[in-house]
């Protein structure tokens, strides 16, 4: 047997194996494989020549992180050259102009300052309202201004509007990639800034193949390998973006593992996808990026009031349940077929009715498929979830519901304004669904406008633990899940739901060596510091891609 190439030493393993794992006191790393597990005793024994030793002393040593539904093309392109607007650190209307006026200047000559906002902006506002166009125009007269407030609602300055063409004249499309457009206007007819579902119809300034690359290798390096995340359920964007992941992966310069849900019809039809490799060409190998499923939409989002859900949304002034935007022949096809093809179906219903809705097609088109690599996932499933009729719904369909717990941060406060009491029942009980057998994730969606730390899975894991919104109310707090169960959720539980536990998610003899350090023991910090424990060191495959020597 050769020497190892590596061993990391700690006398803390979390391996996500079990005690008698636990109880070992490090890795043994050939190649981009775990060889074996080590007691300290052992190292000298075992090292050869050309071996490197890492001790990282008490520090904890756990399986890299693994973040099952995310958006990493859209992130990293919506943060890369646009001014962070955020809040709680842009927290008025007032912080938000000064931030735009500092990005000003550098970006004058491409015509747009696009900000970055998060999804209810108007919420998390101190002012509880949007920017208006007039204050927009305070910034600049002369360069458009567009503040993305999440991916579906955007605030364009006056500047914008003319360039965009949009005008007192103006007939929003019927359909955009994101939902139905509007455009709001006051009452003379004219456009007051706030604009929905429009970005794609924007011409915001063209990102070159060189600048996808670019906002990759920056957003996939802050966003996920500074949190310790080495593998990604990716919902694909573009495929230009998925082929510069797999050349970058094939550069050692990707940093993460991506296994791509294929978004239909965002980035391709169902027929397409179904045949993808006539139209994208990956080279990486499957370790590195691969094409896992297909991405459905089902029914939309709370925040546009279209999440299909089974009492009505308030203040509508009509009875509004939201809409199933899948039609029922097509599913009975899709199940079968992606099956077929070796890919999983992914698909989002946020509501509980889209949820029923969902899972009586799929168990009428025969029930999900059994093998955990193409189990069917629902995504958000969970968002709210008021009674057990849901999850049983789950069980007879056959699928594996896809949480996010970073949601109960992001708008766990805001369910009660849209649904009333019904709202305020449900919102991701953990505890409850774990006991009732449930192998649960967590994930991060982090999309345009997410919170800074949704890709963070110590945040995330905090969220499992704290449950505790932006406004700093908390949700069922029986509900909380233990630090070890959250754990599982960000590492073995996401590697079952890709089907790939053989190969990760867990520190173990022959699965991949992607491992994280952390500076300290989430078993031993209290609740509210969890989200506060960073990631010192990262390996992917063996290969160390966060951390100094
Ligand atoms: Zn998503």
């Known amino acids: 047997m050769s020497a190892p190439d590596r061993i990391v030493v700690s006398d803390r393993l979390l391996t996500m194996a079990g005690p008698e794992a636990d109880a070992m006191q490090g890795v043994a790393i050939v190649g981009d494989r775990i060889s074996r597990l080590v007691r300290r005793d052992e190292v000298e024994a075992l090292r050869g020549p050309d071996t490197e030793v890492i001790d990282v002393g008490g520090r904890p040593l756990l399986p890299g992180f693994i973040d099952v539904h995310a958006h990493v093309e859209v992130a990293c392109r919506a943060a890369y050259g646009t001014v962070d607007c955020r809040a709680p650190e842009c927290g008025s209307v007032a912080e938000v102009l000064e931030a735009l006026r500092s990005g000003l200047d550098e970006r004058r000559e491409t015509g747009w300052v696009v900000g970055q906002a998060n999804l209810f902006f108007d919420r998390k506002l101190k002012e509880r309202r949007l920017p208006t166009r007039e204050e927009l125009d305070t910034v600049s007269e002369d360069v458009a201004i567009a503040v993305r407030a999440g991916g579906h609602i955007t605030v364009l300055n006056s500047k914008a509007l003319e360039v965009a063409g949009i005008d007192r ?16 206007r006051d009452d003379h007819g004219d456009p007051i800034g706030i604009v929905k579902e429009m970005d794609s119809l924007l011409p915001l300034p063209a990102q070159t193949p060189a600048v996808v690359e670019a906002a990759l290798e920056e957003g996939i390096r802050t966003l996920f390998t500074r949190n310790g ?11 230009e973006g998925l ?37 994208i060409a990956l080279e990486a190998g499957d370790a590195d990026v691969s094409i896992q499923g297909v991405k459905l939409f089902c ?39 992606t099956r077929d093809a070796g890919l ?54 056959g699928i594996v519901p896809i949480p996010q717990p970073v949601f109960l941060y992001t708008f766990g406060d805001y369910f009660g304004d849209y649904l009333g009491d019904y709202g305020t029942q449900g919102r991701f009980q953990f505890a409850d669904l774990i006991a009732d057998g449930w192998n649960l ?46 754990l599982r959720m960000h590492t073995i539980n996401g590697a079952e739901v890709l089907g790939l536990a053989h190969e990760k998610g867990s520190l173990e003899p022959g699965k991949l060596a992607d491992l994280v350090v952390l500076d300290r023991d989430p078993f031993a910090v209290a609740i509210d510091d969890l989200r506060r424990i960073k990631v010192e060191s990262v390996f992917l495959g063996g290969r160390r891609v966060l951390g100094a020597e």
Not at 348 to 363: F, S, T, Y
């Open 169 to 184: 004249g103006f007939a929003a499309p019927e359909h955009s990639i994101t939902g139905k457009p509007a455009v709001e």
């Open 229 to 239: 995340v080495t593998t990604i359920g990716e919902i694909s964007e573009t495929v």
């Open 243 to 279: 082929e510069t992941m797999d050349r970058m992966a094939r550069q050692d310069r990707l940093n993460a593992r991506i296994h791509a849900y294929l978004w239909a019809p965002g980035t391709m039809s169902l027929e397409q996808a179904l045949d993808w490799r006539r139209f």
């Open 299 to 337: 029914d939309g989002g709370y925040s546009a009031k279209s999440a299909a859900v089974k009492q009505p949304y308030l203040g509508m002034g009509r009875e509004h349940f939201g809409d199933i935007a899948l039609q029922r022949d097509f599913l009975l096809e899709a199940v079968p077929a």
């Open 344 to 397: 999983q179906l992914a698909i989002h219903a946020n509501g509980d009715r889209a949820q029923e809705w969902l899972c009586e097609v799929i168990a009428d088109a025969g029930g999900a498929p059994s093998s955990a690599r193409l189990r069917t996932r629902i995504e958000h499933a969970g968002n709210f979830r008021p009674d057990k009729t849901t999850s049983d719904w789950w069980r007879h369909a």
């Open 441 to 486: 994730t967590g994930s991060s969606d982090v999309w345009v406008g997410s919170e800074r730390e949704a890709t963070n899975p110590l945040f995330s894991i905090w969220c499992c633990l704290q449950r505790q919104t932006y406004d700093e109310r908390f949700i069922d707090v029986d509900q909380a899940t233990t630090v070890d169960q959250a």
